[in-house]
């Protein structure tokens, strides 16, 4: 599968314990009853967040899950304070936003934040011996222990995911084009519904000048009554300033290019009219394979006529697809950042029938794999940054009778569990 798309994950941070004081007293050959000379215990490194703009995902935090800074030393005699913990940088993308995993409540935005943000504080050191010394308490024999660090389990999601988005039929060769102008190895291939979950690639358009390019499943007619693998995927192009319409115009498959893009404009606009209206480039693509050009005139003058910017391209073949990539990157300067966090449509999850039992088999690695066809659907339609659309999912889940399943072929917690782009601890 390509590089799975991940817009939340689930870590825990914690921050250091400081350091103990120490229990000491001088010592020096000839002196009796030295004073008290504990030191201090160093405070415990913190967790901090920080924006870097070139991560355009989470991916990385599937894989790493738990944070954990350093704590402080302890003290020592000799009035020698105990070191610091080192702080914890955690670098996310910039959209980030991090919610209390309890409460769901926003800890803090990382979108237009450039100051790091200190998601889990250190504990102090305690105090050595040598603070507790009083003319009536010579000998203090106690130093105070470190506070423990913060510890906290948070949710990151993030958000403005792409600049630009692709939309069109399946088929069409959005996936191609994602792949011949950026970085991203989609899986292409000669068949509908060949991507399931969206893509992200970066498109370097000359120095200085990138976005973020998203390649989301193929949209159908009736899409916004569950036809084909629906359309509530669109919410992933949602934050897009600009969409990318493909066509495909070769009139291979018999198909009117005219009339699929206006199919799909309508399915767009069932999702939201505002999204229909954004601001769109649309591509012919396979003028490679257009022995007969007449789809592809219709097409322009359709298109041209609604105003839009029309562009023939081969992505197969990377014909015109670079200037497609300058046109978008040139709208992009005046067009201002999308920064409504919730989404503008709310998900009415379809009917997924979950009752055909799930395939399960265990990786080398002690992972738990789990498919099956609904598992693809649940998966394609939950928004993971949404907080009803998760926990349907989890009844979903639940009431496929997985967990009963993997209980029986003995999963234990914390074992991880992998349902496509998602993997979890295992908690009973
Ligand atoms: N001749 C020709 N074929 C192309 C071109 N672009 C893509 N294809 C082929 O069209 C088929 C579909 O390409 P994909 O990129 O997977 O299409 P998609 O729109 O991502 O499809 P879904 O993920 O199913 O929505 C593949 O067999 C591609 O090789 C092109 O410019 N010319
Ligand atoms: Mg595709």
Known sequence: ????????????????????????????????????????????????????????????????????????????????????????????????????????????????????FVLARGGNGGWGNKHFATPTRQVPNFAKAGLPGEEREVILELKLLADVGLVGFPNVGKSTLLSVVSKAQPKIANYHFTTLFPNLGVVYVEEGVSFVLADIPGIIEGASEGAGLGHDFLRHVDRCRLLIHVVDVSGSEGRDPVADFEAIQAELKEYSPELAARPMLVAGNKVDAAYDRTGLEALRAHVEQLGLPFFEISAAAQMGTREL???????????????????????????????????IHRADDGTWIVEGPWLERLMANVNFGDYESRNWFDRQLRQSGLFDRLEEMGIKDGDIVSLYNLEFEYQR
Do not use: W
């Open 325 to 359: 990539m300058l046109a978008a990157a040139r709208e992009l300067e005046h067009l201002p950042p999308i920064t409504v966090y919730e989404p503008t449509y709310v998900a009415r999850p379809p009917q997924v029938d979950t009752s055909a039992p799930p395939q």
């Open 1 to 116: 599968m390509a590089a799975p798309f991940v817009d939340t994950a689930r870590i825990t941070v914690k921050a250091g314990k400081g350091g103990n004081g120490a229990v000491s007293f001088h010592r020096e050959k000839y002196v009796a009853a030295g004073g008290p000379d504990g030191g201090d215990g160093g405070k415990g490194g913190s967790v901090i967040l920080e924006v870097n703009s070139h991560m355009s995902t989470l991916m990385d935090f599937r894989y790493k899950r738990k944070y954990v800074a350093a704590n402080g030393m302890d003290g020592a005699g000799k009035r020698c304070s105990g070191k610091d913990g080192e702080n914890l940088i955690i670098k996310v993308p910039r959209g980030t936003v991090v919610r209390d995993s309890e409460t769901n409540e926003i800890i803090c935005d990382m979108s237009e934040r450039d100051k790091p």
